[in-house]
Each structure stands twice: as structure tokens, then as C-alpha cells.
T-cell receptor, first 108, second 114 residues
Framework: GIQVEQSPPDLILQEGANSTLRCNFSDSVNNLQWFHQNPWGQLINLFYIPSGTKQNGRLSATTVATERYSLLYISSSQTTDSGVYFCAVRSNDYKLSFGAGTTVTVRA | GAGVSQSPSNKVTEKGKDVELRCDPISGHTALYWYRQRLGQGLEFLIYFQGNSAPDKSGLPSDRFSAERTGESVSTLTIQRTQQEDSAVYLC????????????FGPGTRLTVT
């Protein structure tokens, strides 16, 4: 099956800092999603981005499908950004394959 | 509500007992998925429904696990003779169709087998 690698595994930020999270995948995809899992375990949809660039407030994402990677940018980080960020992809079947996640801790 | 809902939110059961977990997808979503998340790990796929048929059961870990769906509505995941390794959060997701559409997740059911 498709392999999904996320980096870095852990990220500690000071409030106000910017950061970039990376997702590499091993095959062509028809769906790529970024999620934020909050401390209560809820998965929040951030982006549906199989290709191209999208922005939503302080967050933006870029997927370069031909090079099999996606980037999630967090600008002016806030303590509420803390949690685990997951990248998930779908290739030629139905399921989403998830990376192991990046744990982000934003300190005040 | 507009989102995916799951019940119960928490379930503690004794080893060997059967449990049923429920998922209500977003209205109008024909595709429904079950995933499992063990502590500190990513999500692993269990089963996919399109309507009330399950074309992909490849992720079910053993024959103790089964699932059904009524029409394009509620789904139930049943675990028989629970084992301690079944302890995890079970998450349900739905999407508009079986193509590459965006999946939306429920809050999960945290299952603890003692």
C-alpha cells in the first residue's frame, strides 16, 4: 500500500512563530487531506488538497502531486494550534492512509 | 446536527464481552468508513461502506469484528469476545461518494477493555 511519511515528528514553537510541516507519499494520489487532532481527540478538517495551494486564515497548504509531497504552513502560531497534525492520502482505493503525525506544542 | 456523530463516546467493558459502536453519518453522504486509532498512533482503516454494501472489509483485524449499515444511514461496528488489544478509539467518517471526496470524521468512541 501507499506509504505516508510526516516530518518532523515533534515540533515545539514559541507563540508567534511560523512553521512548516511536511508530508511525503510513495504513489500518485487522488485525495490528500490535512487534519488537526485536538487534545480531546477530535479530527478537524484543515484542507482537502490533492494538488495546488490553499489558504485558510493563518494556515496554508501546498501539494506538489508530481513530486509526491505536501506542505502545511502555520503562521503566527497560537497556543490553540497545539495538537497532532495528520496528513492522509488516498490512492486508487477507498481508504485514507494516514501518516504518523506531527505533534505541535506552542508555548506562550 | 451537521456533523458525523458516534455513540457511546466512552465504553469500558470486560474482556470477553461483546460491544456495539454506532455511527450516524452526515445526511446525504453515501460512503461511510470505520478507522481505529491506538494510543499515540495514526489511524488504521477497518471497513468501507458504499450505501449498505461493504466492498472493502480488508482492514478488519479478525473475524471477531463485523459491521453493518442500514441503507445510507446508521452503521454499527460490533466486536465480539473483546480482547485487551481491542482497546483504542474507533472513528467513523463519511463522504459524499466513493470517489476521491473529502472525508469528515466523528468524535470517536474510546473503548477500554479491562
Amino acid at each position: 500500500g501507499i506509504q505516508v511519511e510526516q516530518s518532523p515528528p515533534d515540533l515545539i514553537l514559541q507563540e508567534g512563530a511560523n512553521s512548516t510541516l511536511r508530508c511525503n507519499f510513495s504513489d500518485s494520489v487522488n485525495n490528500l487531506q490535512w487534519f488537526h487532532q485536538n487534545p480531546w481527540g477530535q479530527l478537524i478538517n484543515l484542507f482537502y488538497i490533492p494538488s495546488g495551494t490553499k489558504q485558510n486564515g493563518r494556515l496554508s497548504a501546498t501539494t506538489v502531486a508530481t513530486e509526491r509531497y505536501s506542505l502545511l504552513y502555520i503562521s503566527s502560531s497560537q497556543t490553540t494550534d497545539s495538537g497532532v497534525y495528520f496528513c492522509a492520502v488516498r490512492s486508487n482505493d477507498y481508504k485514507l492512509s494516514f501518516g504518523a503525525g506531527t505533534t505541535v506544542t506552542v508555548r506562550a | 446536527g451537521a456533523g458525523v456523530s458516534q455513540s457511546p463516546s466512552n465504553k469500558v467493558t470486560e474482556k470477553g464481552k461483546d460491544v456495539e459502536l454506532r455511527c450516524d453519518p452526515i445526511s446525504g453522504h453515501t460512503a461511510l468508513y470505520w478507522y481505529r486509532q491506538r494510543l499515540g498512533q495514526g489511524l488504521e482503516f477497518l471497513i468501507y461502506f458504499q450505501g449498505n454494501s461493504a466492498p472493502d472489509k480488508s482492514g478488519l483485524p479478525s473475524d471477531r469484528f463485523s459491521a453493518e449499515r442500514t441503507g445510507e444511514s446508521v452503521s454499527t461496528l460490533t466486536i465480539q469476545r473483546t480482547q485487551q488489544e481491542d482497546s483504542a478509539v474507533y472513528l467513523c467518517a463519511s463522504s459524499l461518494g466513493s470517489s476521491a471526496g473529502e472525508q469528515y470524521f466523528g468524535p470517536g468512541t474510546r473503548l477500554t477493555v479491562t
